[in-house]
């Protein structure tokens, strides 16, 4: 809590307007926008590729979130609505998983750490989830990732 409440202290119109930007990088909602673009962009391999990992990875989010069902910071620090638990914080974990496979495909780590860092602390600073709930997120969605590329090289290998 007293990192959330540091934070907003800088609850300025500009960084808020920032934040919930950034935020929505990782909303559940933008995936199929995602998707949608990368559907022409992306060759159909690794088109489906990009596919299944938001897929497992939601699928991953869904389960521990029902299974653990942790709380979110008290009501009157959120500065965005959230209807589901907190931990692991989804936002996190896909951010990781999008942005850690776009970084991936085009060599591109730095900037997509940059936007995996971005939307795991808009979360606190929104108020949303405590900082364990975040790295919780980051490390389930760093797991995910890993396992995928895992998985698709130990496929290539069969091919």
């Known amino acids: 809590m007293e990192l ?5 202290q800088f609850d300025f119109p500009p960084i808020l307007f920032l934040m919930k930007g ?16 990368s559907y022409f ?9 990009f596919l299944g990992i938001i ?3 939601w699928a991953v989010n869904e389960a521990l979130k029902h299974g653990f069902s942790l709380p979110r910071p008290s009501e009157e620090f ?5 209807t589901s638990s907190g931990f692991p914080s989804g936002h996190a974990q896909m951010a990781v998983v999008v942005w850690g496979w776009f970084g991936k495909h ?3 780590i730095v900037p997509a750490s940059v936007m ?4 795991g602390f808009s979360r606190v600073y929104l108020g949303v989830h405590f900082p ?10 760093f797991v995910v990732l890993m396992g995928w590329f895992f998985l698709k090289r130990e496929l290539k290998k069969k091919e």
Do not use: A, C, E
Not at 23 to 37: C, E, K, R, V
Not at 42 to 47: A, G, I, S
Not at 78 to 82: A, I, P, R, Y
């Open 55 to 57: 897929l497992g990875s």
């Open 41 to 49: 962009i992306l060759n159909r391999k690794d088109w489906l590729s």
């Open 78 to 82: 959120h500065l965005v609505s959230v």
């Open 116 to 119: 995996i860092f971005m939307v």
């Open 22 to 37: 950034v935020t929505l990088l990782g909303n559940f909602y933008t995936y199929p926008i995602y998707l949608i673009i």
């Open 132 to 141: 364990h709930q975040v790295l919780g997120g980051w490390t389930i969605g």
């Open 106 to 108: 085009y060599n591109r």
């Open 4 to 8: 959330i409440q540091f934070l907003q």
